[in-house]
Structure formats: structure tokens, C-alpha cells
């Protein structure tokens, strides 16, 4: 890994935070195109020494961004953003070892965005299972009366 974020971290830190930037580093060694390197990071610390160190030229932020639409502007002044991105689980083993609610429930914020409201760093995985199946059966229903009445 990279000095540079070791330098700011513990070893085991640095590792869990940008678990792919060794192979960031090795594909730099290879190709000379902007890099854009996007899973793990946890801090702005973390974020800057990966930039710093010339391994990527982009950090991915889009989990981060539906849960806090303001982070780039604190990220940007160094500080970390007021929401962590975190494992999103119902509590029902067989759905949560699909990994399906990262997507899902991080989709639900993004949607929350678009609406103009604010999202919900905090919301049960359950919930958001519970609206998903809701919205998509009532999706199902509303197309098949439209292609009824046609």
C-alpha cells in the first residue's frame, strides 16, 4: 500500500478503509489514464492520501452521496462527512447473505433525493425492505391495469 495512507493510519486501518488501492497502484504502474478508485474509503484522511499518493486521480463517493448529498463540500475542506456508509442488514439472514440491500436500500435514498426530500441515514433495513416489496407489488398491479384497459 501506498506510504502515504499508512502513514496517517494504522496498518490494519489503512487496509479496511481503501481495500483496493494496492491493486489501484499496480494498475497505475501499467496504464497512464485518469483512475478512478471507489469502495472502502472512510475518511477525507484516507481519501487524500490515496490522491495524494498518485495511485488514483478520482474517489468514488456514490453510497456516501445518498446518504449525505452535502459531503463533497466537507470533504473538500478535509473534514469527514457526518454520515458513514455502513452494511445495510433486515435481520433475516437468508435475505441479508444476498447482499441485494446495499443496493436496494441505498437506492431508496438516491430515490428520497430525487423527490427533493432529505435521506434517512438511519433507516431500518427492514423498513426499506418491507417499502421495496410494497412498491414493486404495487408497480406490478398498476401495469397490469394499464395493459388491461388497453
Known amino acids: 500500500m501506498s506510504g502515504g495512507l499508512q502513514e496517517q493510519k494504522k496498518p490494519s486501518t489503512a487496509a479496511r478503509e481503501a481495500y ?61 462527512s457526518a454520515q458513514q456508509v455502513h452494511t445495510i442488514k433486515t435481520g433475516i439472514k437468508p435475505i441479508d447473505r444476498m447482499g441485494l440491500m446495499e443496493i436496494l436500500w441505498y437506492s431508496l435514498q438516491l430515490k428520497r433525493i430525487a423527490k427533493g426530500r432529505e435521506p434517512r441515514a438511519n433507516e431500518s433495513g427492514l423498513l426499506a425492505f418491507v417499502k421495496s416489496l410494497a412498491m414493486s407489488s404495487w408497480g406490478t398491479y398498476r401495469t397490469r391495469r394499464l395493459r388491461a384497459r388497453n
Open 20 to 80: 483496493f488501492l494496492e491493486f489501484a497502484e499496480k494498475v497505475r504502474a501499467t496504464v497512464h489514464v485518469p483512475l478512478m478508485l471507489t469502495g472502502g474509503f472512510r475518511s477525507a484522511a484516507g481519501m487524500n492520501a490515496a490522491l495524494a499518493s498518485g495511485a488514483v486521480d478520482v474517489i468514488g463517493l456514490a453510497r456516501l452521496l445518498a446518504i449525505d448529498p452535502d459531503a463533497p463540500t466537507a470533504l473538500l475542506q478535509g473534514k469527514d
